[in-house]
């Protein structure tokens, strides 16, 4: 998965984890808001896109 484009956003919780919607991502300080991504072998496509294929609860922690 490649990230390709994110926003700063205010939040904060356990790192690599989902702490907001569509796909928020709290960080050592702050969080990042995923707004574009690539999957191997795919095209780039917006948060919504992929999380009609992959639904992220909050909570969920990325590895």
Known sequence: ???????LVSGGGV???VIAAP?????????LEIVELQ???R???GVEEFRR????AVGTRLS
């Open 1 to 7: 998965l490649k990230i390709l484009r994110v926003r």
């Open 15 to 17: 790192p690599a984890t």
């Open 23 to 31: 796909f928020v991502v709290a960080c050592g300080d702050g969080a």
């Open 39 to 41: 999957r191997a072998g």
């Open 43 to 45: 095209g780039a496509q």
């Open 53 to 56: 294929g992959f639904p992220l």
